[in-house]
């Protein structure tokens, strides 16, 4: 919780995040919204997932504010408040979780359940990384620096991850999807993630 900003309201917000229960939902609560996605559906044979990914997502592209981001995965963004969004209009996807600028996390799908996440992706010699993985959305570009809140949160909830699931691994998108993604991009700190590990 290093650099977390010294508010009460900060405090209370970056508080130790609850265990996620047996139903694959972090508690909501201070700082945790639930936001339920229709874009999931089941992990193949019921998989426990051992590979987190990192994704950043801003919408319109650059924009960190409102609810356009939530509204995308609920499938019931306003295409026309924004031109840029033509080129989402038929995209159904999701994440487990998006955290915001100010650290607040949105669970959208639990972690039981596949988000669409990942598209065509591989690792370790393994394609559609959906079926056995977790998906983190940072709100971000991969060229603007995230915000202190925004590594905290994802470390607090890479750890309540773990513990809910065999988590072996973590890659960004970019990784795992060479040449059709880049987040979260060069303005990820992957030593500074590693180093609160």
């Known amino acids: 919780m290093a650099n977390a900003p010294d508010t009460p309201a900060a405090k209370q917000l970056f508080s130790a995040l609850p265990a996620i229960g047996a139903d694959g939902w972090l508690p909501s609560g201070p700082g945790v919204l639930h936001r339920p996605s229709p874009n999931h559906d089941a992990r193949p044979n019921a998989e426990d997932p051992y590979l987190l990914v990192i994704h950043n997502i ?17 499938n019931c963004l ?28 949105v669970q959208f799908v639990p972690t039981v359940l596949r988000a669409w996440h990942a598209g065509v992706s591989v690792f370790e010699g393994r394609e559609h990384c959906n079926d056995f993985s977790i998906g983190i959305e940072l709100e ?50 992957w030593a500074r993630f590693w180093g609160r590990r």
């Open 140 to 189: 971000g570009a991969d060229t603007v620096p995230y915000t202190d809140a925004q590594y905290a949160r994802l470390d607090q909830l890479a750890d309540v991850i773990r513990t809910r699931h065999p988590i072996r691994a973590v890659q960004g998108h970019q990784h795992i999807a060479p040449g059709r993604k880049t987040d979260p991009g060069e303005a990820f700190d």
């Open 78 to 105: 306003d295409i026309n408040a924004d031109p840029w969004f033509e080129n989402i209009r038929d995209v159904h996807v999701s994440a487990h979780f998006l955290i915001r600028r100010d650290g607040a996390i």
């Open 58 to 74: 801003s919408l319109p592209p650059g924009v960190f504010q409102g609810n356009c981001i939530i509204d995308f995965f609920q």
